[in-house]
């Protein structure tokens, strides 16, 4: 830095002054003793522009300094007339004249050069009762200049210390040291005071009477800071959270702060700008608790470190507090853990804890909008308690409404002087689960979400099955109050407070659990569930007979059949298989009457129902559950307490077939006896000498066990041969018998053709049997043997 300083003496009355300084620096000039203050006498200063002088300052006030802006007029602790210029700039370059009016005056030609050597701005930090050295460099042209540090006082400044060059110096605690060697100049401060900080100019001074031109090197704001309490280790868990209360009380501190060390001071601070207000910055939020005259802090993201918590006394002196923040994994924590409960109903929550904090505070609270993890305090509505076994604690909420709904948090609390913290291991999802939905395949359905009035203008969203919080994919979302993704539309009444979604075209795939969620900051909050369950369109009809069996055949769709749940329900409602009318699962394939075995491979699991009763009649559920998806398939069970429907058809027709056989054998016998010319009908035995030939003679016989009355029917007709002589061998025979037992019993029906062989050759023997058995199996058959020659 080169500093030149001009004196002309004016004709008679003004003398002018170059002075040089720096783009960014300060200038200070002051008057010798001829030119002393006088409070009683106007001050100004101008600038020469066009040939006038235009006014920078003006003053007539009886005071010891006057400003405006960066320029300042103001009498010096010697009593003298002093110009301060701060921050300068190279449009403040030019003639100037100032003075006392009346008085005396002076001119400089103020120029302002830029060099990388001057006007740079640093801070100093020291600790109160320490000492602190402040440092500024020089270029060789200042070697043989006096080296001077002067302090701001307002809008004033007056120098604190100085030296000749290559000399030390000593006042009171400040110590100055100039090493030309070296290029440097060191200034001292011992025992350093709260009053000894503030901003200081480090520069060369160079004078020629009656003007003393001071320009500075470097500006330097000193800070002094106070640790007020020895460090306080505040241990937080991977994956958690530490909301940290750290308590200043002083009344109305200048602000309050939060700052991470690095090598032992604090490059940047933290402030909170607003008061009883939450003030997110990064991976922390700050509080100004005001009337607890504390700062809280919550870290979201947690990382070692050291941190000071603390407030400005004023605009140079702090006070803080050091916090070493440690970071430690434990397998109880960090765990993410989602519960749910039914309105009106009360959950219990099972909160895990480090044991060697059995003896700290336990804490539940729930985040807000914020993300911030308030306390929450209501009477009657939660409870805390110990549990026997360590490191556990349980929570009870009562009553749970959709508010009840959010992301809370478990945690401990430790205190330690002014300084207390909660430590916050684990994450609790709580959801509100609304009433089924139950929706028919082909159909429409809608699923809705009621919310609170204050995410009105929040995005909404709604997932299917598995979605947490933060990483969800939503099945559909809402940005708009209306929007359409294939068969899903969506619609948002921010009246009414309720997000709808409706499902077009209903398929089996779409059962699950749909999750209702908002936008909160930068993470999707699910907060109620909904479980749609889908009735197949096919309906299953199924007839049986009391005391014999039945199967059940359901087909189902999971994709891992061994590990879905399968069952039968009975119900008029689907309702009935949430309140123990559940018949039989796969989880227990045997209940009673009632049994359950499947076939993976044909995608079926059949329900067999033994010894079955009239009260078994009834509607049945064909249940499949796979991932949290229920679907059905109804059925209806019909029992009767007659033969079984297929028996009745089976032997009607039979018996049908064997009278329409009789009726035309019986025909056509008769025609053709017609066709013979008998001319006559008697009525002859049959003896050994004309028997009938076998060949021409039919034998049927129908028996019929069932429930009939006691006496029995027969039926016999006969049709004698004609009484030509020559036609007695030919002679046709026809025996039919219709016989009804007691007997009840569904069973077999036989019919059989066969030679007899106590008849005739020609005689053919048909044979219709119902026979009673156990079994409920029925059976038809129809054998035919021919007759032998």
């Not at 080169?2 to 002075?19: H, Q």
């Not at 210390?161 to 006042?171: A, D, V, W």
């Amino acid at each position: 830095m080169k500093i030149i300083i001009t004196f002309c003496l004016i004709t008679g009355l003004v003398s002018s002054t170059n002075v040089i300084s720096y783009s960014g620096g300060s200038v200070i000039m002051t008057m010798g003793d001829r030119h002393r203050w006088s409070s009683h006498t106007p001050k100004y200063i101008c600038k020469f522009a066009g040939g006038a002088c235009k006014t920078v300052i003006q003053s007539t006030a009886q005071n010891d300094t006057v400003f405006e802006g960066r320029f300042s007029l103001y009498e010096s602790k010697q009593g003298h007339f002093g110009v301060l210029i701060r921050e300068l700039n190279p449009q403040d370059a030019g003639k100037y004249r100032f003075g006392l009016a009346n008085n005396w005056n002076r001119e400089i030609n103020l120029k302002v050069h830029h060099d990388a050597c001057c006007g740079m701005s640093m801070t100093v930090v020291g600790h109160l009762n320490k000492d602190v050295s402040i440092s500024c460099d020089y270029t060789v042209e200042h070697k043989r200049t006096w080296k001077y540090f002067y302090k701001l006082k307002g809008h004033s400044a007056d120098w604190v210390i100085f030296t000749m060059p290559g000399k030390n110096h000593k006042e009171n605690q400040f110590y100055i040291t100039d090493d030309n060697r070296l290029n440097l100049f060191t200034m001292t401060i011992r025992e350093l005071k709260e009053e000894d900080g503030g901003v200081y100019f480090c520069g060369t001074q160079t004078w020629e009477y009656p003007i003393k031109v001071f320009s500075t090197i470097k500006t330097v704001h000193l800070h002094v800071t106070d640790k007020v309490q020895s460090s306080v280790r505040v241990t937080g868990f991977l994956g958690g959270r530490i909301m940290m209360k750290c308590r200043h009380p002083l009344e109305n501190p200048k602000a309050r702060f939060l700052c991470r060390e690095l090598e032992g001071e604090c490059p940047e601070k933290t402030y909170t700008n607003v008061q009883n207000e939450w003030q997110q910055n990064g991976g922390f939020s700050l509080y100004d608790d005001t009337s607890g005259k504390s700062l809280m802090v919550f870290f979201r993201n947690l990382t070692e470190g050291t941190y000071r918590c603390g407030v400005d006394v004023s605009d140079f002196t702090e006070q803080y507090r050091e916090v070493n923040v440690e970071v430690k994994e434990d397998p109880c924590c960090g765990k993410i853990i989602s519960q749910a409960g039914y309105i009106g109903e009360t959950l219990t929550i099972s909160c895990e804890h480090p044991p060697t904090l059995r003896a700290s505070l336990k804490h539940f609270c729930k985040e807000d909008e914020n993300l911030i993890c308030q306390d929450i305090r209501a009477a009657g509505k939660y409870s805390l308690s110990d549990h026997s076994q360590p490191g556990l604690f349980t929570v009870t909420i009562s009553n749970l409404t959709l508010s009840d709904a959010g992301v809370y948090w478990c945690g401990v609390e430790t205190s330690e002087g002014h300084i207390s913290y909660t430590s916050l291991t684990i994450r609790v999802q709580i959801s509100i689960i609304s009433s089924k939905v139950i929706g028919h395949e082909g159909d429409a359905v809608e699923i809705r979400c009621p919310y609170d009035s204050k995410y009105k203008q929040n995005s909404k969203h709604v997932c299917k099955d598995e979605c947490c919080t933060e990483h969800s994919d939503s099945l559909i979302a809402q940005r708009t109050t209306q929007n359409k993704t294939e068969r899903f539309s969506v619609h948002d009444d921010i009246t009414a407070g309720v997000f709808s979604v409706n499902i077009s075209r209903v398929k089996a795939e779409d059962a699950g659990r749909y999750w209702c969620g908002v936008e909160a900051g930068d993470v999707l909050m699910n907060y109620l569930s909904t479980e749609l369950q889908v009735v197949r369109k096919e309906v299953l009809q199924v007839f049986g007979r009391e005391t014999l069996s039945v199967s059940i055949e359901c087909s189902y769709r999971g994709e891992s059949p061994e590990s879905d749940g399968k069952f039968l329900c009975m119900g008029q409602q689907l309702a009935s298989c949430d309140k123990g009318g559940v018949k039989v699962s796969s989880e227990k394939n045997r209940t009673g009457r009632f049994s359950l075995s499947n076939d993976a491979p044909a995608g079926v699991f059949t329900v067999t129902i033994t010894d079955l009763r009239e009260e078994d009649s009834g509607t049945y559920w064909c249940g499949e559950e796979s991932l949290g998806s229920s679907i059905y398939t109804e059925v209806h069970l019909h029992v009767s307490n007659g033969p079984a429907p297929s028996v009745i058809i089976t032997v009607c027709v039979c018996v049908a077939l064997l009278l329409i056989g009789g009726a035309t054998l019986i025909f056509f016998k008769l025609k053709h006896k017609r066709t013979q010319g008998s001319s006559s009908s008697n009525r002859t035995d049959i003896t050994n000498s004309d028997r009938v030939s076998p060949a021409a003679c039919d034998y049927e016989e129908v028996n019929h066990s069932g429930q009939y009355p006691d006496s029995d029917t027969s039926v016999y007709m006969n049709t004698s041969p004609s009484t030509n002589s020559s036609d007695k061998n030919k002679a046709v025979c026809i025996y039919s018998t219709v016989q009804l037992p007691k007997d009840e019993g569904p069973a077999y029906a036989t019919v059989s053709f066969q030679k007899n062989p106590d008849s005739p050759s020609n005689l053919l023997v048909s044979t219709v049997a119902f026979i009673k058995e156990e079994s409920a199996t029925e059976y038809a058959t129809v054998k035919h043997r021919p007759r032998l020659e």
